[in-house]
């Protein structure tokens, strides 16, 4: 059966008697939800019929008309009016496409919505709305040779049926994609695959030993034949329908040099992809494009660990792992129970803030060191906090008379007074005697580690050398306070590692000691200790020491690293 396409305007009506001609009008306007640009000036058509298998191909070139430059389709529509002249053989169906363009832009389309049968003797009117791009994206495909493809359906070129890129002319099967010059010969199939003329020859095009025929089902691929050494290339190297076999061991359809696995095991990439290696392939979990999840693994092989789940950047997720191990260990006590906000995490000091600013759902310990006036002289006491969301904060400063021991300076109390209200009054406190001359800040790094669901673990050794004076003088260092601080003692360290509170000699160590059992604590050492120096009995210099807390992965440092320890 022949359906002939006739373009005309005309006047819709209904033809009497069977032997009257059956069409289908197509009235192509502009869309009322979304109408294609005004300035639009040329329409392209493709019509197509559906055969007994349900494939669309088109039957003549498609019809360019350049006749609706400054034409209103909303008010003025195109009619394309399709007949069918011949009535024997079964009855077919007939669809349309339509391109609207802009110059040599595609600006609009349009398509039938379902294919149209015809009826004898009546002229059917159908609706084709002509939208402009959502997005400025065409909805369709279409080839070098103007193959039309809109989802499943196909409106090929007259001039290659096929769609398959090799016209009419050297194409010895137009209606069937797998034949073309450029085809490798299929053998015993009885048919000329690749167009020259011969059914079923043996080649062996690639010089690799096996013909097509005799085991090589790529001839023209000399690292393909039957029996060679699989590679991780995206190719079936060995002939047995798999695509680098051997190459995925987890499953996960990701190789390890970037090629994808289709479900039947053939390669669905035409070549390796950098962005799809499987850098992991004993975890299916993880391959090149998958989804990054929070779980301790690099599950997207982009080299970073659990990234999009750190908001506040502050190295730790809430989930719990440790990003820079990424080796999929849950760590409880890594969790960041604040990921908005990157001073809460579990590698925080603890502040008397009302917050849980190291997210061990635990208040604030139970005392500060804290400095204050007893009898008119400056002394060292303690002070409770009380940090629960919403509690008091920081108690009064409660200071023994005479307390004994060197008694601080009373420079010290004075800015202590001014920052007692300060979340963490000793950095407050170090910031105001830092510009006195008198003063001399040290600044010293402490390594610990985070245990999940115990806390924080002090590496060992925690010890520094701390110098005074080059020349050999007559030394005397006092700890004038801060040498307890909850389960750490601060000081400096004799042979033997006890902790002392003087030093007749100009060089000591200075040293932070952890007695709790296996040197396991719940929050660091407060970040400032005061320490005094004589020298020859002339003038004390009051030092600042700052403890720095350096969280590790495993405890290998020896010792402490302070600077500007000396005078």
């Known amino acids: 059966?022949?359906?002939?396409?006739?373009?005309?305007?005309?006047?819709?009506?209904?033809?009497?008697?069977?032997?009257?001609?059956?069409?289908?009008?197509?009235?192509?306007?502009?869309?009322?939800?979304?109408?294609?640009?005004?300035?639009m000036d040329r329409l392209q058509f493709f019509a197509a019929y559906v055969d007994g298998a349900g494939m669309t191909q088109d039957i003549r070139v498609p019809l360019t008309i350049a006749t609706v430059s400054g034409r209103d389709l909303a008010k003025d529509p195109y009619d394309l009016l399709v007949t069918e002249d011949d009535h024997a053989g079964p009855r077919r169906q007939v669809s349309v496409a339509v391109v609207g363009y802009r110059g040599d832009t595609a600006v609009a389309f349009g398509i039938v919505g379902a294919p149209q049968v015809f009826i004898d003797g009546k002229v059917l009117m159908v609706r084709v709305d002509l939208a402009g791009f959502?997005?400025?994206?065409?909805?369709?495909?279409?080839?070098?040779?103007?193959?039309?493809?809109v989802g499943d359906v196909t409106f090929a070129a007259a001039n290659d049926r096929d769609c398959d890129g090799y016209l009419v002319n050297v194409d010895c099967n137009d209606l069937d994609e797998d034949i073309h010059p450029d085809a490798g010969e299929v053998c015993a199939n009885n048919i000329d695959d690749d167009c020259d003329g011969m059914k079923d020859e043996e080649t062996d095009a690639d010089g690799d030993g096996q013909t097509n025929c005799g085991g090589d089902c790529d001839d023209g691929n000399k690292l393909v034949f039957e029996g060679a050494t699989e590679i991780c290339d995206s190719i079936d190297n060995n002939c047995d329908n798999?695509?680098?076999?051997?190459?995925?061991?987890?499953?996960?359809?990701?190789?390890?040099?970037?090629?994808?696995?289709?479900?039947?095991?053939?390669?669905?990439?035409?070549?390796?992809?950098?962005?799809?290696?499987?850098?992991?392939?004993?975890?299916?979990?993880?391959?090149?494009?998958?989804?990054?999840?929070?779980?301790?693994?690099?599950?997207?092989?982009?080299?970073?660990?659990?990234?999009?789940?750190?908001?506040?950047?502050?190295?730790?997720?809430?989930?719990?792992f440790d990003t820079a191990a990424c080796d999929g260990v849950s760590r409880p006590g890594l969790r960041d129970c604040n990921d908005g906000d990157r001073a809460i995490n579990p590698g925080a000091r603890e502040l008397c803030n009302g917050k849980d600013d190291n997210c061990d759902g635990k208040p604030y310990p139970a005392n500060e060191t804290c400095y204050g006036i007893n009898n008119g002289m400056c002394g060292q006491g303690n002070r409770t906090c009380d940090d629960a969301p919403?509690?008091?904060?920081?108690?009064?400063?409660?200071?023994?008379?005479?307390?004994?021991?060197?008694?601080?300076?009373?420079?010290?109390?004075?800015?202590?007074?001014?920052?007692?209200?300060?979340?963490?009054?000793?950095?407050?406190?170090?910031?105001?005697?830092?510009?006195?001359?008198n003063v001399r800040v040290v600044r010293c790094q402490v390594d610990y580690t985070v245990v999940a669901a115990t806390g924080a673990t002090l590496c060992p050794s925690q010890k520094d050398p701390f110098n005074g004076p080059a020349a050999a003088n007559t030394c005397m260092w006092d700890v004038v306070g801060g040498q307890m601080q909850g389960p750490y003692r601060v000081g400096y360290a004799a042979t033997g590692g006890q902790v002392l509170q003087t030093s007749a000699?100009?060089?000591?160590?200075?040293?932070?000691?952890?007695?709790?059992?296996?040197?396991?604590?719940?929050?660091?050492?407060?970040?400032?200790?005061?320490?005094?120096?004589?020298?020859?009995?002339?003038?004390?210099?009051?030092?600042?020491v700052e403890l720095i807390p350096n969280l590790v992965t495993t405890c290998t440092a020896d010792g402490m690293r302070c600077s500007g320890a000396n005078p």
């Open 242 to 320: 798999k695509c680098d076999d051997g190459f995925d061991k987890d499953g996960d359809r990701h190789t390890t040099c970037g090629s994808k696995l289709n479900a039947d095991a053939t390669c669905s990439t035409e070549m390796p992809q950098p962005a799809l290696v499987d850098c992991n392939d004993d975890n299916n979990h993880i391959f090149g494009g998958n989804t990054e999840v929070c779980d301790g693994l690099d599950n997207d092989c982009d080299t970073k660990c659990d990234d999009g789940f750190d908001a506040d950047n502050d190295t730790y997720v809430s989930c719990g």
């Open 134 to 149: 959502a997005g400025g994206q065409p909805p369709y495909t279409m080839t070098q040779n103007d193959c039309l493809i």
């Open 390 to 437: 919403g509690g008091a904060g920081y108690g009064m400063c409660n200071v023994e008379a005479g307390s004994g021991g060197v008694l601080p300076p009373m420079l010290v109390c004075d800015a202590y007074s001014a920052c007692a209200s300060n979340p963490e009054p000793l950095m407050c406190t170090d910031g105001r005697l830092a510009m006195n001359a």
């Open 505 to 544: 000699e100009c060089p000591t160590t200075f040293q932070v000691a952890s007695f709790t059992p296996a040197g396991t604590v719940t929050a660091l050492p407060s970040r400032r200790l005061f320490l005094s120096l004589s020298v020859d009995a002339t003038a004390s210099t009051l030092y600042s």
């Open 1 to 39: 059966m022949r359906i002939a396409f006739v373009l005309a305007f005309v006047v819709l009506g209904v033809a009497s008697g069977c032997d009257e001609q059956s069409g289908i009008l197509f009235r192509i306007q502009d869309s009322e939800s979304q109408p294609p640009p005004d300035d």
